[in-house]
C-alpha cells in the first residue's frame, strides 16, 4: 500500500510542475507535455516487463529497486538546465520507476495473496493510487507555488529514498515466506512455481498469446481510452485547464487531490461490485458516463469553484479508477490466474500508451487553438465508444484461446 501510494504522488507531481518549469526554463507546453509523455509511455511500457520480473526475481528486490530509481531521477531534476535532461529525467528514469510500481504490482499481490474478496483487494490497491494524489500534490503544489518547483522535486525523491529500504525489510513476495497460504485458499489454488525463463521472454510470449484473442484487443483499447481520459488528460492538464480560467493553481490542484479522495470510495465499492456484477456491465457503466462528463467540462471550469463543478469532481473521482478493479477481473477470468498479471500488464501499458498520446494531444490542442474545447471533446467521446467496445467481451472464458497457448506450451 506504501508503495503503491508513493508512486502515484510521485506520478501525480508532474501536472503540479508544467508552469513552473516553463515560466523558469523558457520551455513551452508542447516540449513540458511531452516530457509528460514519454514518462507515461516508458510507464505504461514498463508494467509488463516488471510484473514478469516479479514472477522471476520477486515483488520485494523490483520494487525497492523502482524506487531508488525513481529517487534518482527527482533528484537529478534539481540539476538539471535543457529540455532534453527534463525528457530523460522524467521520461525514463521516474518512467521506469513509477512504472515497476504501476497497478500491475497490486493486480500480482492481489492474485497472489487472495482467493476470497481478489476484487475488493485490487479496488483497495486502486485506491491507493487516490490516496497517493491526495497526499502529495496538494503538498507538491504549495511548494512549487511558494518556495519553488525544486523543493516539490526533492521532497518526492526524499520519500521514495526513506520508503526503499523499508520495502526491502517488510515485504515478502509469496505467502509461503511469511509462513502461510493465501487468504481463503484451498489445495486446488496453490501457486505455480516461480517461472524459470528470462523476464522478457515470458512478458513477448504472453502478449504473442493473449493477442490472439478478442477479449485481449477489447480490453487493450477500451483500457488505452480509460489512460487518454484520466492520467492523460485530467491528471496532466486540469490544473493548466483551471488556470486558463482564472482559477488559482493551488485551489484546481486541491480539486485534483479531491478527486482522489472520492476515488477511494469509488475503487473500493467497484472491487466489492466485481466480486457480485458482470464485469462487462460495470465497465458499460463507468465509461458510458465518464464520457458524458466529460462533454460538458468547458462549461464548468471557472476561476472558483462552483456547485456544477463540484459535482463533476465528485463524479470522476468516484469514477476516476474503478475501471481497474473489473478489467482485471476479466484478464484472470479469460486467460487465468498464472497469466493474469503480465497480461494485465499489457493491458496496462496501452492505459499509459493512451495517456502518453492524451498528454501531447491536448498541449499541442492548447498551444494551436489557445483552449482545451476540442481534447475535452474527443476525450469524452472516445469513452463513449469504449462503453460499447466492452459490450464485445464475452460472459465466459474463450476455451478455443486456452486450447491454443496450452499446445504452443
Known sequence: MAALVAAAGFRSSTGALLEPLEAEFGWSRATTSGAVSLNLVVYGLTAPFAAALMERFGVRRVVALALFLVSLGSGLTLLMTSAWQLWVLWGFAVGIGTGSLALVFGAIVANRWFVTHRGVVVGVFSAASSTGQLVFLPAIAHLADGPGWRWAAGLVSVFALVLAPLVWLVLRDRPADAGTTAY??????????????????????????????????????????????????????????????????????????????????????????????????????????????????????????????????????????????????????????????????????????????????????????????????????????????????????????????????
Open 184 to 409: 481463503g485458499a484451498t489445495e486446488a489454488d496453490l501457486p505455480p512455481p516461480p517461472p524459470t525463463e528470462s523476464a522478457a521472454r515470458v512478458a513477448i510470449r504472453t502478449l504473442r498469446e493473449s493477442s490472439r484473442s478478442r477479449v485481449f484487443w477489447c480490453l487493450f483499447l477500451s483500457f488505452w481510452i480509460c489512460g487518454w481520459s484520466t492520467n492523460g488528460l485530467i491528471g496532466t492538464h486540469f490544473i493548466p485547464a483551471a488556470h486558463d480560467h482564472g482559477m488559482p493553481e493551488t485551489t484546481s490542484a486541491t480539486l485534483l487531490a479531491l478527486i482522489g479522495v472520492f476515488d477511494i470510495v469509488g475503487t473500493v465499492a467497484s472491487g466489492w461490485l466485481t466480486d457480485r456484477v458482470d464485469s462487462r456491465y460495470l465497465l458499460f457503466t463507468y465509461y458510458f458516463f465518464r464520457g458524458l462528463s466529460l462533454l460538458v467540462v468547458p462549461w464548468l471550469l471557472a476561476d472558483a469553484v462552483h456547485p456544477s463543478l463540484f459535482v463533476f469532481i465528485v463524479f470522476y473521482g468516484l469514477d476516476w479508477v474503478a475501471t481497474v478493479p473489473p478489467t482485471v477481473a476479466l484478464c484472470r477470468q479469460h486467460f487465468g490466474v498464472e497469466r493474469a498479471g503480465v497480461v494485465f500488464g499489457w493491458v496496462f501499458a496501452s492505459h499509459m500508451v493512451g495517456a502518453g498520446i492524451a498528454a501531447s494531444y491536448a498541449g499541442w490542442v492548447r498551444q494551436e487553438a489557445g483552449d482545451y474545447f476540442a481534447a475535452w471533446m474527443t476525450a469524452g467521446g472516445m469513452c463513449i465508444g469504449a462503453a460499447a467496445l466492452v459490450l464485445l467481451i464475452p460472459r465466459h472464458r474463450v476455451e478455443a484461446v486456452d486450447t491454443v497457448t496450452t499446445a504452443q506450451l
